[in-house]
């Protein structure tokens, strides 16, 4: 018997008992939507967990600080070394190691930020140019700080946030939710990078018993401001204040002479060093397999070393887990259609006895009655499979409506859809549920194939 026969033979037996049939076929439908739903559920968790910390963090950077000391791998190895520190050598270095496709040196200082009435202690991050064009970040007014010797500021959009009222020292925006009256492009900075005589001279004395003179101020003017309102965290930078890493270097470099440096090592004498040395190294790796290997040989040469996609690594499994959970609790319901699908083809084989009888009579392969059997629980697979598919769009779609954006899933960091349905997940779904009815209806095709011709025709 042709295998268009058999599907025909097939459609027709499963049309002719139409209620049983689209009954078996519902709870098959039930069990797809159930799993299809759940899984995207947990997809949806995973990919806006990894889209929300990809847009703080990249995947293929490694931190690198100045350390000494105990080191710890990866593999729970541990060791000391000696204290080390971040230079232009050790960037060469860096740059020559495999896997490594670019090295960004980073200069952080504190200081003190005043204009007007208003005072704030502000982080300065000097950053090279190479590192600004893999930035990207959004811009309000001005620009990005270029290439030129003069020093000037690029402000995150939360900056406002700590500046509060010197005589006070109060705190406008989170006392009373009101932005300082400051305009960053506009009104005048004054800065002071030397803050241990700043705060020397406002307690009277430099540690000493005699009097501390004020440090000078310096107006540094702004180049640009970070697209955002004042509460807004877009990214890393958002409560930063950067500029270019050379003018920094050369504004320090005139501010403190030859003083030591706040933040900056010193000699056993005191006395700073010729060089300034970088607060943080920044590298690029060429593929995310390649981080915790290079991860953990920095760490193994004395420097701590720090990358996102250890602990996001982490998450990740965790929400797999989560995932294969959901998709546990859909199968459930799949188990109870694929017991439908066999009480359905065993009440089949009890109805259509005497059929079977006349088909083994007239020299039916016994594997072709088999496969009749097995083709219509395939079917109603299919059938299931398709509609339940379709429907698991249609909830999918309904879920984010209802969901999506809510201050639920913000306060959990979740962005975009919550539901999403991988494009591979439908065309597997389909073929799950084909091969469970075909699984299904196993015993009662062996049924059918073992049963006595005599016996079946007899049968009334």
């Known amino acids: 018997m042709k295998f268009f026969d058999l599907l025909r033979m097939s459609i027709s037996n499963l049309w002719k008992r139409k209620l049983r049939t689209v009954l078996t076929v519902l709870g098959v439908v039930i069990g797809i939507t159930s799993i299809v739903v759940m899984v995207a559920l947990g997809n949806g968790l995973k990919q806006s967990m990894l889209d929300n910390y990809s847009s703080y963090t990249s995947m293929t950077q490694i931190e690198i600080s100045s350390g000494g000391g105990y080191y710890f791998s990866s593999d729970g190895s541990s060791g000391q070394t000696e204290e080390k520190r971040l230079d232009d050598a050790f960037v060469q270095q860096l740059l020559s190691m495999e896997h490594v496709s ?165 000699r056993k004498n005191g006395k700073p060093y010729n060089e300034l040395f970088y607060s943080q190294l920044i590298v690029q790796v060429d593929d995310m397999t390649n981080v915790v290997p290079l991860t953990d040989m920095i760490r193994e040469m004395g420097y701590d070393a720090y990358n996102s996609a250890e602990w996001i690594q982490q998450e990740m499994d965790s929400m797999n887990m989560i995932q294969a959970v959901l998709g546990a609790i859909g199968a459930v319901a799949m188990l109870v259609a694929a017991i439908s699908i066999t009480n359905t083809m065993m009440m089949s084989i009890y109805e259509r006895t005497k059929e079977i009888g006349v088909m083994k009579v007239l020299g039916c392969d016994i594997r072709n009655i088999q496969g009749l059997f097995l083709m219509e629980a395939g079917f109603i697979g299919f059938i299931g499979g398709v509609v339940g598919v379709g429907f698991s769009y249609l909830l999918s779609l309904a879920i984010n409506g209802l969901v999506t954006g809510s201050d639920a899933t913000a306060n959990m960091g979740i962005t975009g859809a919550i539901c999403r349905i991988p494009l591979w997940l439908s065309p597997l779904a389909i073929v799950f549920a084909v091969v469970i009815g075909m699984i299904a209806g196993f015993i009662p095709s062996l049924r059918a194939m073992r049963l006595s011709p005599l016996a079946a025709i007899r049968n009334e």
């Open 102 to 266: 670019d090295v960004y040196p980073r200069l952080s200082v504190s200081a003190i930020a005043k204009s007007g009435r208003y005072a704030s202690n502000i982080d300065i991050y000097g950053i090279s140019q190479e590192e600004f064009a893999t930035l990207n970040l959004p811009i309000a007014q001005g620009k990005l700080p270029d290439s030129d010797t003069e020093l000037k500021f690029f402000y995150g959009n939360n900056v406002l946030m700590y500046f509060y009222i010197e005589k006070t020292h109060t705190y406008t925006f989170w006392d009373n939710n009101e932005v300082p009256n400051i305009d960053l492009m506009e009104d005048p900075m004054f800065v002071i990078f030397d803050t241990n005589a700043y705060w020397n001279s406002q307690n009277g004395s430099s540690g000493e018993g005699t009097s501390s003179k004020p440090p000078k101020k310096y107006i540094i003017e702004a180049c640009g401001v970070m697209e955002g309102e004042v509460g807004q965290w877009n990214n890393n930078y958002s409560s930063s204040v950067l500029c270019d890493i050379d003018a920094l270097k050369a504004e320090l470099k005139r501010v403190f002479r030859k003083n030591p440096i706040p933040g900056q090592p010193t």
